[in-house]
Each structure stands twice: as structure tokens, then as C-alpha cells.
């Protein structure tokens, strides 16, 4: 799958040329004299070129939806109108049925193959104090109240529970924990309108049909928390300040959908925020045009390297598609009723469309088959992710941000090609026994079950290594070291200190891992898969320019050595095999490409 998110009809062939095979949600312009008519008129362009459509709604955020069914707070007044309360059932069904007109008046176009339910509901999601929540849950806990402590989405902070026990390990039936976990998983009602959102597509198409709902793991990491049974579980991330971010992200992604069995798809956004890309406020000797032409932009073409080391990042990853969103910032938008003198997504890089077309005729459409079918090798590194910290110490990455969401960006800039593993799992089931290094980064709050894992993991040789907020009662074996990222941090100031990072942390813990590959070049990033005898590698140069926060810049020339096999490069060399005395691959050099 190689997707393209709420196009337009006048850049559609421009995005066919790219290599886009899957379109999800038409989007009108106000140049558009007849959307109705211009939506039909792609339906079969779209058919003719042997690609698909998939609708995309929002039918949840009908404001006068949202304003007959709030989510009532414990006050027993209506909350901020921002989010539907689908634990009434008759919500559910209003807007079950208006999907089911939405997917009438497509009239059964062959080009439509499903629809993304939903997006971004979970963001606003917080408990319905109604009768129907509290016999809910009654229900599902045998009986018992809401309890007194469920005021928002998580917890109170364990300093302000009393009672909360003084080395902050709970038992793993604890009442309040228990009561989160249903609230995640049906409590809130996001769950259930997705399954029955999803019946809805598969019965108006006659089949399973694709349904996904984004951003995934923007909920806490929790089994049973993501996406209900939509058949696709699809996560965006952006490009800038880190391309390779996206590679965490997708561990993550994967290990929800071991969960659920779901598809995994992959976002690379198309645009990138100004402010830590190219402040406003900060002035150079010879700006780029575009700062002329388009002073307010708030949303940035990315700079085409970033853009394709993200997309080389995800191919990295075993998933089972990819996508883009950000029509506005890749393609002039101006003539089609968008000012350049406006605010939000701008046209700034006219360099990165033919990048991305480039890439994905060279690399995406020929090698994608391969990309699906190749297994992630077994990883020994992993981080553990804490549902119990989530809730009770507001902790967790939420898909962008956090101390998970940054010691999964040292790990895969250490290469140490990192799996992440969810707290209920290793408190069920230990620790995998390919694991060497668990990292355990806000693990302020663990279960008892989980805490026993993560002893009888040591005790058979595995090192823990966390940051301070770890519960005392478990001695870790290293620290994660710090990196600056937030706050002023320049590009010089993010490499520096995720390489020293890096560095220490790979020298921490050399004594319990030898890694199956290297790099030798300090700004290569790899990522291994595998079937038999066929490792497959990926590398990162990254860039910077004139006004760029962004970390890097080109690489010209680097080494990294493997064992045996074939590389994938992302340079001009494509997928070439190696000399019999195992010869390293040199890395060709590349045009520094940047955002100005």
C-alpha cells in the first residue's frame, strides 16, 4: 500500500506519477466549482488507473452530534463540546447511520475498497459520568462504583493517591489500575464504535473490507486500547526535527497489532512544523525566497532528504503499507483558493516532490514486495513501556513525545534496532528470552508481576538500563543517558548529544550484546531484517540548512560492515550483493539537499 492522504482532484495525476496506488478521502478546494461532481469524476480516474479509494470521515465530530450527546462531567454537566460521548449507544448508532448514507451515495463505486473511521478521537476522550458508564462498568467489575479518584483519561499522580504504596509497585488486580485498563480498552466507548463502524463498511461493501483508524498509538500502551477490529492501524510522524523517529514508531506499532493481528501502516506527514525547522524569528544573511513570498507560513515543505530518510526508515521496518499527508505543503496551493500570504500548510522546497518520486520508483513500487515479506529480525534490545506509569505518572509516548518516545530515538541512533514490549506482556509472559538489554525509561510505576519479570531477567544475565524515575526496588545495570532535544536546542546541540548518547549507552552495554552489525561512519543509522541468509540494511545522512533546527547534515561517504548477504542502500547504489570475503559497502556520496 502506498497511500496519499485528503488529496485534491488538480495534483491527482501528479501523485499517480509519484507512485501513490491508494487514495484515502477527496479533499475540495475552494477553486472547486462542483466538488460532488469533481469527487465522482476522481472515483473514475482512480478506477481507471487500477488504484483505490478509501473514505474518509469525521462523522463523529458533527458539532450538533457532539451537542446531543456530550460527555458529561462529574458535576453532572456537560464537558467541553470537543469529543462524542459513543458510550451512549444511540450515539453510536446516529453516526452508524449516517455512514451508511455516506456509503449510499458513493452509489457501490468499484474504486471504493473501505474507509478511515475515525481520527484523533482518543486525543480528547475522558470519562462520561452517566448511568450508562457506571452500570458499564458495574458490570464488567462485578459490581463495583466508579471509583472516586476517575476524574480525566488517566489517573491522578501517584503522590496525590492516598494510600499509593510507598515503593510505587502495585499489585496487578489493584482496583484503579483495573478500572484504567477498561476504560482503555471499552470504557470510553472509542472501542466499540470502531467494531461497529467497521461492520458498517464491511456490510455496505459486501466483505472485509479496509478500515483503519489513526493515530494508533496515541493511547497508552495497552493491548486491546488501539483501533478495535479495524483492519488497518495507521500512525504519522513527522519528518523534522529527527527522520528517523518514525522507526520507534513503528516498533510501537508493532507491537499493538501482535495484539489486535492488525494491519500496520505507516504515515510520513508532508509537512513540518516552522518553529523547529525555521524559527520565525530568526534572521540569515540570505534568506530563501520563499520567506518573501510566503512570510507567515506556519507548516513547511520538509527538505527532501528528510522526507526520504523518514520513508527509508519505514521501509526499514516490517509493515504492511505507507503513506503521506500534506497535499499543501508538497504542491503550489495558491492558485486553488489557499493565499501564499496565509497562515498553516505553504509550498516552501520544490525540490522534494521529485525526491519522493525518485525514491519511489527506484525503491518503493520495485523492492515494496520484498519491504512487506521480510521478517523483522529477532531483536535484543527491547523497551519496556509502563501502562501502570501511563496512568499513575504521566508518563507514556502517545506516538510523539515523552522519555519512551526519546530512549527509542537514542536506541535506534546507538543501531541497536530496538523492539518495544508493553508492561501486561512481560508481567504475563517475562521477558523474551532473545533479549539482552531491556531499556525501561519512565517506569516510575510497575506491577508486581512486572517487577518480578524484570528481576529473574537479571538474575539469568540481562541488563536493565533506566533512567531515574525507575522503582527503587529494582537495581538497574546502566543509566540511559540524557540528550538535549527540547527548549533551544540547535541542530549542532540534538547531534552532539543523541551521538555522545549513543556512544556511552552501546559502551554500557558491550559486556551483554554483540550487535550483528556496525556502522562505521558516526552518521549511518542501520536497521536489519532477514529470511535465511538475506539481511537487509538501511543508512541515514542527514541535512541541514541555512535557517534548519534540523539534526545533520549531508553525509558524503561511510562504511558499514555485516556479516554476509545483499545491502539495501539508500543511495543511487539500490540493493547490491557483497564480495565473498565480506567486503564492507560503501555509501555513495549525495547532494546536500536542505529545507532553505
Given at each position: 500500500i502506498?497511500?496519499?492522504?485528503?488529496?485534491?482532484s488538480?495534483?491527482?495525476?501528479d501523485l499517480?506519477?509519484?507512485?501513490?496506488?491508494t487514495?484515502?478521502?477527496f479533499?475540495?478546494?475552494?477553486?472547486?466549482?462542483?466538488?460532488?461532481?469533481?469527487?465522482r469524476?476522481?472515483?473514475?480516474?482512480?478506477?481507471?488507473?487500477?488504484?483505490d479509494?478509501?473514505?474518509?470521515?469525521?462523522?463523529?465530530?458533527?458539532?450538533a452530534?457532539i451537542?446531543?450527546?456530550?460527555?458529561?462531567?462529574k458535576?453532572g454537566?456537560?464537558?467541553?463540546?470537543?469529543n462524542?460521548?459513543?458510550?451512549?449507544?444511540?450515539?453510536?448508532?446516529?453516526?452508524c447511520?449516517?455512514?451508511?448514507?455516506?456509503?449510499?451515495?458513493?452509489?457501490?463505486?468499484?474504486?471504493?475498497?473501505?474507509?478511515?473511521?475515525?481520527?484523533?478521537?482518543r486525543?480528547?476522550?475522558?470519562?462520561?459520568?452517566?448511568?450508562?458508564?457506571?452500570?458499564?462498568?458495574a458490570?464488567?467489575?462485578?459490581g463495583?462504583?466508579?471509583?472516586?479518584?476517575v476524574?480525566?483519561?488517566?489517573?491522578p499522580?501517584?503522590?496525590?493517591?492516598?494510600?499509593?504504596?510507598a515503593?510505587r509497585?502495585?499489585?496487578d488486580d489493584w482496583?484503579?489500575?483495573e478500572?484504567?485498563r477498561?476504560?482503555?480498552?471499552e470504557?470510553?466507548?472509542?472501542?466499540?464504535?470502531?467494531?461497529?463502524?467497521t461492520?458498517?463498511?464491511?456490510?455496505?461493501?459486501g466483505?472485509?473490507?479496509?478500515?483503519?483508524?489513526?493515530?494508533?498509538?496515541?493511547?497508552?500502551?495497552?493491548w486491546g486500547a488501539e483501533?478495535?477490529?479495524?483492519?488497518?492501524?495507521?500512525h504519522?510522524?513527522?519528518?523534522n526535527?529527527?527522520?528517523?523517529a518514525?522507526?520507534?514508531?513503528?516498533?510501537?506499532?508493532?507491537?499493538?497489532?501482535?495484539?489486535?493481528?492488525?494491519l500496520?501502516?505507516?504515515c510520513?506527514?508532508g509537512i513540518?512544523?516552522?518553529?523547529r525547522?525555521?524559527?520565525?524569528?530568526?534572521?540569515?544573511?540570505?534568506?530563501?525566497?520563499?520567506?518573501?513570498?510566503?512570510?507567515?507560513a506556519?507548516?513547511?515543505?520538509?527538505?527532501?532528504?528528510?522526507l526520504?530518510?523518514?520513508?527509508?526508515?519505514?521501509?526499514?521496518?516490517?509493515?504492511?503499507?505507507?503513506?503521506?499527508?500534506?497535499?499543501?505543503?508538497?504542491?503550489?496551493?495558491?492558485?486553488?483558493?489557499y493565499?501564499?500570504e496565509s497562515?498553516?500548510?505553504?509550498y516552501t522546497?520544490?525540490?522534494?516532490?521529485?525526491?519522493?518520486k525518485?525514491?519511489?520508483?527506484?525503491?518503493?513500487?520495485?523492492?515494496?514486495?520484498?519491504?512487506?515479506?521480510?521478517?523483522?529480525?529477532?531483536a535484543?534490545?527491547?523497551?519496556l513501556?509502563?501502562?501502570?506509569?501511563?496512568?499513575?505518572?504521566?508518563?507514556g509516548?502517545?506516538?510523539w513525545?515523552?522519555?519512551?518516545?526519546?530512549a527509542g530515538?537514542?536506541?535506534?541512533?546507538?543501531n541497536?534496532?530496538?523492539?518495544?514490549i508493553?508492561?501486561d506482556?512481560?508481567?504475563k509472559?517475562?521477558?523474551?528470552?532473545?533479549?539482552?538489554?531491556?531499556?525501561?525509561p519512565?517506569?516510575?510505576?510497575?506491577t508486581?508481576?512486572?517487577?518480578r519479570?524484570?528481576k529473574?531477567?537479571?538474575?539469568r544475565?540481562?541488563?536493565?538500563?533506566?533512567?531515574?524515575?525507575?522503582?527503587p526496588?529494582i537495581?538497574?545495570?546502566a543509566?540511559?543517558?540524557?540528550?538535549?532535544?527540547?527548549?533551544?536546542?540547535?541542530a549542532?546541540?540534538?547531534?552532539?548529544?543523541?551521538?555522545?548518547?549513543?556512544?556511552?549507552?552501546?559502551?554500557d552495554?558491550?559486556?551483554v550484546?554483540?550487535?550483528?552489525a556496525r556502522?562505521?561512519?558516526?552518521?549511518?543509522?542501520?536497521?536489519?531484517?532477514s529470511y535465511?541468509?538475506l539481511?537487509?540494511?538501511?543508512q541515514?545522512?542527514p541535512?541541514?540548512?541555512?535557517?534548519?533546527r534540523?539534526?545533520?547534515?549531508?553525509v558524503?561517504?561511510?562504511?558499514?560492515?555485516?556479516?554476509?548477504?545483499y545491502?539495501?542502500?539508500?543511495?543511487?547504489?539500490?540493493?547490491?550483493?557483497?564480495?565473498?570475503?565480506g567486503?564492507?559497502?560503501?555509501?555513495?556520496r549525495?547532494?546536500?539537499?536542505?529545507a532553505?
Amino acid at each position: 500500500i502506498r497511500g496519499f492522504s485528503l488529496f485534491p482532484s488538480w495534483y491527482f495525476d501528479d501523485l499517480l506519477e509519484i507512485g501513490f496506488n491508494t487514495f484515502t478521502g477527496f479533499q475540495a478546494t475552494p477553486a472547486d466549482k462542483d466538488p460532488k461532481a469533481m469527487k465522482r469524476e476522481l472515483l473514475d480516474r482512480i478506477l481507471a488507473a487500477e488504484c483505490d479509494f478509501v473514505e474518509r470521515w469525521e462523522l463523529d465530530r458533527d458539532r450538533a452530534a457532539i451537542a446531543k450527546y456530550p460527555r458529561i462531567g462529574k458535576d453532572g454537566k456537560p464537558g467541553p463540546l470537543d469529543n462524542l460521548d459513543v458510550t451512549d449507544p444511540a450515539a453510536r448508532a446516529l453516526v452508524c447511520s449516517n455512514a451508511v448514507k455516506s456509503l449510499a451515495a458513493l452509489g457501490g463505486h468499484p474504486a471504493l475498497i473501505g474507509a478511515a473511521v475515525c481520527s484523533e478521537s482518543r486525543d480528547s476522550t475522558r470519562p462520561s459520568f452517566t448511568a450508562i458508564f457506571s452500570n458499564a462498568w458495574a458490570k464488567a467489575s462485578g459490581g463495583r462504583p466508579v471509583p472516586p479518584e476517575v476524574e480525566e483519561k488517566v489517573g491522578p499522580h501517584f503522590r496525590t493517591i492516598r494510600g499509593f504504596p510507598a515503593g510505587r509497585v502495585i499489585p496487578d488486580d489493584w482496583p484503579l489500575l483495573e478500572f484504567y485498563r477498561w476504560f482503555w480498552r471499552e470504557g470510553d466507548g472509542w472501542v466499540p464504535f470502531e467494531n461497529e463502524m467497521t461492520d458498517v463498511v464491511d456490510a455496505g461493501l459486501g466483505c472485509r473490507a479496509f478500515t483503519s483508524f489513526s493515530p494508533i498509538v496515541r493511547v497508552p500502551p495497552l493491548w486491546g486500547a488501539e483501533g478495535g477490529k479495524t483492519l488497518c492501524h495507521v500512525h504519522w510522524t513527522y519528518a523534522n526535527p529527527l527522520p528517523y523517529a518514525i522507526g520507534y514508531v513503528i516498533a510501537e506499532q508493532q507491537e499493538a497489532a501482535r495484539g489486535s493481528g492488525a494491519l500496520i501502516g505507516a504515515c510520513v506527514q508532508g509537512i513540518c512544523y516552522r518553529n523547529r525547522l525555521a524559527p520565525a524569528d530568526k534572521t540569515v544573511a540570505d534568506p530563501p525566497a520563499w520567506l518573501a513570498e510566503r512570510p507567515n507560513a506556519a507548516y513547511l515543505t520538509p527538505p527532501p532528504d528528510m522526507l526520504v530518510e523518514s520513508f527509508w526508515m519505514a521501509f526499514a521496518r516490517r509493515l504492511d503499507g505507507i503513506s503521506c499527508y500534506g497535499w499543501r505543503s508538497l504542491y503550489d496551493a495558491d492558485p486553488y483558493g489557499y493565499p501564499k500570504e496565509s497562515r498553516n500548510y505553504q509550498y516552501t522546497n520544490s525540490g522534494t516532490v521529485p525526491a519522493l518520486k525518485e525514491l519511489f520508483r527506484r525503491v518503493a513500487i520495485p523492492l515494496g514486495p520484498l519491504f512487506r515479506a521480510l521478517p523483522e529480525r529477532p531483536a535484543d534490545v527491547a523497551l519496556l513501556e509502563s501502562f501502570s506509569a501511563t496512568i499513575f505518572a504521566g508518563r507514556g509516548s502517545w506516538g510523539w513525545d515523552g522519555p519512551e518516545f526519546l530512549a527509542g530515538q537514542l536506541a535506534t541512533k546507538a543501531n541497536l534496532m530496538p523492539r518495544c514490549i508493553y508492561e501486561d506482556d512481560v508481567a504475563k509472559n517475562g521477558i523474551p528470552r532473545e533479549v539482552k538489554v531491556v531499556l525501561a525509561p519512565g517506569c516510575d510505576v510497575l506491577t508486581e508481576s512486572a517487577v518480578r519479570a524484570l528481576k529473574d531477567f537479571q538474575a539469568r544475565g540481562g541488563m536493565v538500563v533506566a533512567d531515574r524515575h525507575l522503582v527503587p526496588e529494582i537495581l538497574p545495570d546502566a543509566d540511559i543517558p540524557t540528550v538535549r532535544y527540547y527548549g533551544n536546542a540547535t541542530a549542532a546541540d540534538i547531534a552532539e548529544s543523541f551521538q555522545s548518547a549513543a556512544d556511552k549507552l552501546n559502551a554500557d552495554i558491550a559486556a551483554v550484546r554483540v550487535p550483528f552489525a556496525r556502522a562505521g561512519q558516526k552518521d549511518l543509522i542501520l536497521h536489519l531484517r532477514s529470511y535465511g541468509r538475506l539481511p537487509v540494511r538501511r543508512q541515514r545522512p542527514p541535512c541541514r540548512g541555512r535557517l534548519c533546527r534540523t539534526v545533520g547534515e549531508g553525509v558524503r561517504e561511510g562504511r558499514a560492515e555485516r556479516r554476509h548477504g545483499y545491502a539495501a542502500s539508500s543511495g543511487r547504489g539500490g540493493l547490491r550483493p557483497r564480495g565473498a570475503q565480506g567486503r564492507s559497502v560503501r555509501v555513495p556520496r549525495r547532494r546536500d539537499l536542505c529545507a532553505c
